[in-house]
């Protein structure tokens, strides 16, 4: 049962351009989503999260919008830079203290230069 | 900066072994983790630790154990290594609160023959 889910396991982006990673999730009781990325060899690393109260949190180019009805979010990342080629893994997790995070699959963005 | 070290890069095991996995961390967290990392499944986890001598099961427990001695050491254990144990083990450790984000290690990629 993928509570958290990417469907789209990878995604081409020009250099320079818009790159739009989707993240939906199926548990209405999650109310703080993360995202990570993670290079080849090594572990990942936060990159942006967002508490359920809000609908956007914006740090620099990565911005994350949060659609609670439709339990969908994503992570824009503006512009695309060809070190943001990575996996990308949203995560989702709830209550106080609650630590446990649930992850999806990942999706595998490359930026063409 | 948060240092989670994975004592092993690579690994390679035989099936029937015993196989212990060691994790260090050196920011005072409360909370340390093991997860799994498998193409087309993302992170899955395997055990979590609030505390030291204290831990709860994740999604994928069977077939692995854990030790906490020591709030800065978490070990994940095959008690019997089997093939479909052969994948990359990520630990991870976090402060204990609402919307902290855990820091991963580099990976151990496991092989059992």
């Known amino acids: 049962d993928q509570q958290v889910k990417q469907n789209s396991p990878s995604l081409s982006v020009q250099e320079g351009r818009i790159s739009i990673l989707n993240c939906d999730y199926t548990n209405s009781m999650f109310d703080y989503f993360l995202w990570y990325k993670k290079y080849p060899a090594e572990g990942p690393t936060f990159l942006i999260s967002?508490?359920?109260?809000?609908d956007k949190n914006e740090d620099g180019r990565f911005t994350v919008f949060l659609n609670k009805s439709a339990k969908h979010l994503s992570l824009h990342i503006v512009p695309s830079q060809p070190g943001d080629s990575a996996v990308y893994f949203c995560?989702?997790?709830?209550?106080?203290?609650?630590?446990?995070?649930?992850f999806g699959t990942g999706t595998r963005l490359t930026i063409i230069p | 900066d948060v240092k989670v070290t994975q004592s092993s890069r690579y690994l390679v095991k035989r099936t029937g072994e015993k196989v212990f996995l060691e994790c260090v961390q050196d920011m005072d967290h409360e909370n340390m983790f093991w997860y799994r990392q498998d193409p087309g499944l993302g992170l899955r986890l395997i055990y979590f630790s609030y505390d030291v001598k204290m831990k709860e099961k994740g999604d994928i427990p069977e077939g692995y154990s854990v030790s906490r001695e020591k709030k800065e050491r978490f070990s994940l254990i095959l008690e019997s290594a089997s093939t479909n144990q052969t994948s990359m083990y990520l630990c991870?450790?976090?402060?204990?609160?609402?919307?902290?984000?855990?820091?991963f290690g580099d990976g151990t990629r496991l092989s059992i023959l």
């Open positions: 967002i508490s359920s109260i809000k």
């Open positions: 995560a989702a997790t709830h209550g106080f203290g609650n630590e446990k995070l649930t």
């Open positions: 991870a450790s976090s402060f204990t609160g609402f919307n902290q984000p855990q820091h």
